[in-house]
């Protein structure tokens, strides 16, 4: 069974920094591009990162450049997303995704991400 599994959310304060976590099960990172996408408050799901799986090339969303940085081990099956410098904005329901198909590539367009993981909080506040 493909499980993704989030963790790592909590409060923070602006400035702050945490590491998200998505640990994959069931298929490799070899093969599924992984996705990170948020949900304000009220908002819809947006897309914020993802990791190629051939080249580990990556691609943000223009408001987290040079603040986030994704990453991920093979070994641990396991997807990371880095948040530096926290703003109130960045509050959300961070959630991982992975496309249905293998070789999927990272390069913006997040329409192939359909398998999700069940979210973990993020709230930057003081």
């Known amino acids: 069974q493909v499980q993704l599994v989030e963790s790592g959310g909590g409060l923070v304060r602006p400035g702050g920094s945490l590491r998200l976590s998505c640990v994959v099960s069931?298929?490799?990172?070899?093969?599924?591009?992984i996705g990170w996408f948020r949900q304000p408050p009220g908002k819809e799901r947006e897309a914020v990162s993802c990791?190629?799986?051939?080249?580990?090339?990556?691609h943000y969303k223009d408001s987290v450049k040079g603040r986030f940085a994704i990453s991920r081990d093979t070994a641990k099956n396991t997807v990371y997303l880095l948040m530096n410098n926290l703003k109130p904005e960045d509050t959300a329901v961070y959630y991982c995704?992975?496309?249905?198909?293998?070789?999927?590539?990272?390069?913006?367009?997040?329409?192939?991400?359909?398998?999700w993981g069940q979210g973990t909080q993020v709230t930057v506040s003081s």
């Open positions: 990791i190629d799986s051939i080249d580990e090339t990556t």
């Open positions: 995704a992975r496309p249905t198909f293998t070789l999927i590539p990272c390069n913006g367009d997040y329409s192939e991400f359909d398998h």
């Open positions: 069931g298929v490799s990172l070899d093969h599924y591009t």
